[in-house]
Every structure is written in structure tokens, then in C-alpha cells.
């Protein structure tokens, strides 16, 4: 019971970390220290919280015994963070590309990014939910381990 405890609080952490994190660095969450140059949009809200979510319930989901999600779960984590954020504002993207490429070809995109990114999150969540229940079932009740 304790450790199904710490588990919840750990994921609740991470979610809510996660999406203080990922607000105030691209500028979702108004702060002093940055600020954004695209206009917000309610997409950019619904992507900063499912990815958060979503961080939230792998978090949960993750054992030490099962890791080899984990590159999924980052390359979804970062296909969310590059859905909400201010194109024009990664300094990565912009050392690819030129502000008005990123404008007139990625900002489009963004939304089809983070529906990318939502549907691999929620893929992943939902094969180790049937995974571990397959697992849950084989073994015989009350010895099911962590």
C-alpha cells in the first residue's frame, strides 16, 4: 500500500513539474523572465497538458523491471514540448532554420506535431496497460510484484 502510495505521488510530481517546467519556459504560464513571441492558443494549453499528463501516467506505469519504452516516451515528450512551444523561441530550430521558414512551414505543423505526439503518448500508455495486465492475470492473486 505505501508503495503504490509513493508511486502516485511520484507521477503527480512529475505531471505537475513537468507542466510548471514546460509553461514557464516556453512562456504558456506568464513569468518576468520570458517572453513569448507567437500568440498563445488554446492548442498549445490542451498539448502542455497532456504532455504533462501523460509524463505523469508513464511515471505511474514505469518499473524498474520495464525501460525500454523509455526513448518513446521521450521522443513523444519532445514532439509535445515542440507542439506548444514558440517556434521562433527554440533556439535549436532556429540554428537549423531561418525565423520566417520556421513561421511559414513549422508553425502550421504544430498541431499535426502534437497530435503526433498524443496518439504515440497514448499508444505507449495503453500497450503497457496490456502488457502488465497480461502479467496481472498469469500470476496467481497477491503476488503480483512491482
Known amino acids: 500500500m505505501n508503495r503504490s502510495r509513493t508511486r502516485i505521488g511520484k507521477s503527480v510530481l512529475v505531471g505537475a513539474g513537468s507542466f510548471l517546467l514546460f509553461g514557464v519556459v516556453t512562456g504558456l504560464i506568464p513569468n518576468p523572465l520570458y517572453v513569448r513571441m507567437v500568440p498563445r492558443t488554446p492548442l498549445d494549453y490542451l498539448f502542455l497538458v497532456l504532455t ?73 500508455l495503453y500497450v503497457r496497460s496490456q502488457r502488465s495486465c497480461d502479467v496481472c492475470v498469469e500470476q496467481p492473486s497477491g503476488s503480483a510484484t512491482e
Do not use: E, K, W
Not at 78 to 105: D, E, H, K, Q, R
Open 52 to 124: 504533462a499528463a501523460f509524463l505523469g501516467a508513464y511515471t505511474l506505469q514505469r518499473t524498474h523491471a520495464s525501460q525500454r519504452d523509455d526513448g518513446t516516451a521521450t521522443a513523444s515528450a519532445v514532439l509535445g514540448f515542440l507542439a506548444f512551444g514558440c517556434p521562433i523561441c527554440n533556439a535549436l530550430l532556429l540554428a537549423l532554420f531561418s525565423s520566417s521558414a520556421l513561421m511559414t512551414y513549422f508553425d502550421p505543423l504544430r498541431p499535426l506535431v502534437g497530435a503526433v505526439s498524443v496518439v504515440v503518448f497514448g499508444g505507449l
